[in-house]
């Protein structure tokens, strides 16, 4: 018996068929499992999982027959659904399971006592959970469980993670607070808001000085995808293998320099944002406000010179445009 016979018998419905949940709803049905999923009506996602071969229904309807609910839309569409279309239909003792836990750690979401409430995600994007699937691997996922009505939530968890693969390669037990807290830290200091900064702020530099943007482009954005790769194929030590041994002096001399104990103490005022829940009360009202501040820093981005030079260099990269990568990982020595 497998982990995934946990589930041999439910019905689980996936709401959402975006990035995740097209890639769970496909890898829990190649794995045996019946899936059904949720969807407003007329929209191009309830086509496209339609002509993908699964029965579509309104969430609610997916939800009053289902004994493990996914719920895998946006964060702020979130609580509306539950309010709407799970928590008057969802059975005593079925499971609802989450990918982020924003909205139940947040408490914007307040699941009834009588059910299960889980959390799995996939540490990486929806298309490559479902490519390592296709090739018989799978992506390491983070599983908890926060309520566990029927005493079986934790079972019903790793059978949700083995069925989408995550079984595959590595389950890591955490909890929401921690995969909240951690996510959103990451995003906002290193992965999206720290890295953009530092690419913006290096193009800025340069230009200032007087080189050309089309070469500070190159150097602080373009080329940051070759490092990016080596640190996702093999951390520090596999970047230090394939730069140059002048890369590598700049790194231990001008690194700190840049990202400094200050930097460090920003980094920890992010965090303790995110930690009491001022960036979550933050966000939540500036959706509901309709995103005025969000569309303004967007748009700031957007029509940021880095971008209007980065457009057209991008244009004259056919393998960009045609969606192919560049290869995984430069020859020695980069730098």
């Not at 924003?102 to 979401?109: A, G």
């Not at 995969?179 to 990451?186: I, K, M, P, R, S």
């Not at 070759?226 to 596999?238: A, H, N, P, S």
């Not at 010179?305 to 990982?329: C, D, F, T, Y």
Request: glycine fraction near 10%.
């Amino acid at each position: 018996m497998t982990t995934t016979d946990t589930l041999a018998k439910a019905r689980i419905a996936v709401l959402g068929y975006g990035s995740q949940g097209r890639a769970h709803a496909l890898n829990l049905r190649d794995s045996g499992l019946d899936v059904v999923v949720g969807l407003r009506k007329g929209g191009p996602s309830w086509e496209r999982a339609h002509a993908e071969g699964f029965h579509v229904a309104e969430p609610a309807d997916a939800v009053r027959d289902a004994d493990l609910i996914a719920v895998l839309t946006p964060d702020m569409v979130q609580p509306s659904l539950y309010r709407e279309a799970i928590e008057p239909n969802i059975k005593p003792g079925a499971a609802l399971l989450f990918a982020h836990g924003f909205n139940v750690h947040f408490k914007q979401i307040q699941p009834r006592h009588d059910i299960d409430v889980v959390l799995v995600a996939p540490k990486g994007p929806g298309a490559l959970v479902r490519r390592e699937y296709e090739i018989g691997r799978g992506v390491p996922c983070l599983f908890a469980v926060y309520q566990d009505s029927s005493g079986h939530a934790e079972a019903k968890a790793k059978a949700y993670a083995d069925g989408i693969g995550g079984g595959r390669a590595m389950l890591i037990e955490t909890d929401f607070k921690e995969e909240t807290e951690t996510d959103l830290f990451g995003e906002q200091a290193v992965l999206c808001g720290g890295a953009s900064e530092l690419v913006i702020k290096g193009f800025e530099t340069l230009v200032e000085a007087g080189y050309k943007p089309e070469i500070a482009y190159y150097e602080v954005m373009h080329e940051l995808k070759l490092i990016v790769d080596l640190f996702y194929e093999g951390g520090l030590k596999r970047m230090l293998e394939f730069v140059s041994e002048t890369a590598q002096y700049g790194d231990y001399v001008s690194g700190p320099r840049v990202i400094d104990d200050s930097t460090k103490q920003r980094m920890k005022a992010v965090l303790t944002d995110i930690q009491d829940g001022t960036f979550a009360r933050n966000w939540i009202a500036e959706h509901q406000a309709g995103l005025p501040n969000y569309q303004r820093l967007k748009q700031a981005d957007l029509d940021h010179p880095i971008e209007q030079v980065g457009s057209k260099l991008r244009a004259r990269m056919p393998w960009l445009n045609a969606g192919q990568a560049a290869p995984a990982a430069p020859l020695k020595k980069v730098g």
